[in-house]
């Protein structure tokens, strides 16, 4: 890898630089132009965060199935007498997935510009699944972006920007109702629904 300071590679419009000096954690890693932050380090960071974010997004997807018991056995149920039909439709799947997630790479790039948000994603970091990885429902390739069950492209950590190892593909409703807040406000949120659904 080509050795090069962060004030070269910020003259030359790069995002990311290597110098070959362990950081302060000891990884020898690529670093961001923006924060001079260590790559490893984001994502270790991110793992992190993710480990201690799952809790409270298992028992939010236990809520919905709890709390929505018939639509989700109609949709399991619907997926698996449809289980032929999803085989043959797989390539169009497929084909809809690739032209979505660079439609979801250009709409996070203008808006990380336009907020001044760290942003070195590529195409290839993008991945969308079948179905919502937090609510279980399918995902739909809709003309109207703003559906429940549209792909959304989520930050795992509101702090940072749209960078390699922060970012994941769920639902639009699941990143709705996650939009900026921090785990201990989701936490709080859950505490006072909890509160107010306990005592009415």
């Avoid at 760290?118 to 179905?131: C, G, H, K, L, Y």
């Avoid at 279980?136 to 549209?150: A, M, Q, W």
Wanted: glycine share 4%.
């Amino acid at each position: 890898m080509e050795i090069i300071t962060r004030s070269q590679a910020k003259s030359q419009g790069l995002t990311r630089y290597f110098t070959g000096v362990p950081c302060k954690h000891g990884h020898i890693s690529e670093k961001l132009v923006s924060s001079a932050t260590c790559l490893e380090c984001i994502k270790l960071d991110s793992a992190k965060r993710r480990k201690e974010k799952w809790p409270v997004v298992h028992e939010t997807y236990k809520r919905y199935t709890k709390n929505n018991k018939i639509r989700v056995n109609h949709i399991a149920r619907k997926c698996y007498m449809n289980k032929d039909k999803n085989v043959r439709t797989t390539t169009q799947f497929e084909r809809r997935q690739a032209n979505y997630a660079n439609y979801l790479l250009s709409r996070v790039k203008g808006r990380a510009k336009h907020n001044n948000m760290e942003f070195d994603i590529t195409i290839d970091d993008i991945t969308i699944p079948e179905v919502c990885p937090i609510f279980g429902i399918p995902l739909s390739f809709n003309k109207n972006h703003n559906r429940d069950n549209t792909p959304s492209l989520d930050r795992v950590d509101n702090s940072k920007g749209y960078i390699k190892g922060n970012v994941q593909v769920i639902s639009m409703r699941a990143n709705r109702l996650k939009s900026d807040a921090t785990l201990s406000e989701l936490r709080a949120l859950i505490n006072y629904m909890e509160q107010y659904i306990h005592e009415s």
